[in-house]
């Protein structure tokens, strides 16, 4: 865990050490009053995809795990109640993205079937005018 928070620190301080110098090549620097200072503000934030509840405290993943289910990552809520212990309802959010999986997998399915049938009778209508003329 020390050695995954490490990594995850050194990647913060290098993107905001990289945001603040790009910042401040954009800012020209001429001498100003202090109430005319421009401020720069920069903001960080992490989708449930990228972050990891291995080596969190069970009451830590338990919280995480309920506030990715509350946002509809219910892949990462499963895994996350795992961690916790919580295994009736790590399986519940698994039952859940595995139902959100499915259905995003029948659209797209549904969205192939109707572009192969519209690819399908434009070839047909282009081969019926091919043996007109």
Same mark, same amino acid.
């Given at each position: 865990?020390?050695? %995954?928070?490490?990594?995850?620190?050194?990647?913060?301080?290098? =993107?905001?050490? /990289?945001?603040?110098? $790009?910042?401040?090549?954009?800012?020209?620097? &001429?001498?100003?009053?202090?109430?005319?200072?421009? $401020?720069?503000? $920069? &903001?960080?934030?992490?989708?449930?995809?990228?972050?990891?509840?291995?080596?969190?405290?069970?009451?830590? @993943?338990?919280?995480? @795990?309920? #506030? =990715?289910? +509350?946002?509809?990552?219910?892949?990462? =809520?499963?895994?996350?109640? %795992?961690? @916790?212990?919580?295994? $009736?309802? !790590?399986? %519940?959010?698994?039952?859940? /993205?595995?139902?959100?999986?499915? &259905?995003?997998?029948?659209? +797209?399915?549904?969205?192939?079937?109707?572009?192969?049938?519209?690819? /399908?009778?434009?070839?047909?209508? !282009?081969?019926?005018?091919? #043996? %007109?003329?």
């Amino acid at each position: 865990m020390i050695l %995954r928070n490490s990594r995850l620190a050194l990647i913060l301080s290098v =993107a905001l050490t /990289a945001t603040a110098s $790009v910042r401040a090549a954009e800012v020209p620097v &001429t001498p100003e009053s202090p109430s005319s200072a421009t $401020v720069s503000t $920069v &903001t960080i934030s992490s989708r449930y995809d990228t972050l990891s509840c291995d080596g969190l405290p069970q009451d830590e @993943a338990r919280r995480f @795990a309920q #506030n =990715a289910q +509350r946002d509809g990552a219910h892949m990462k =809520a499963a895994e996350c109640f %795992r961690i @916790a212990g919580d295994l $009736v309802r !790590a399986d %519940r959010a698994q039952m859940r /993205a595995s139902a959100d999986e499915g &259905t995003a997998s029948a659209q +797209r399915m549904k969205a192939g079937i109707e572009s192969t049938k519209a690819q /399908a009778k434009r070839l047909r209508e !282009a081969f019926r005018n091919s #043996n %007109r003329g």
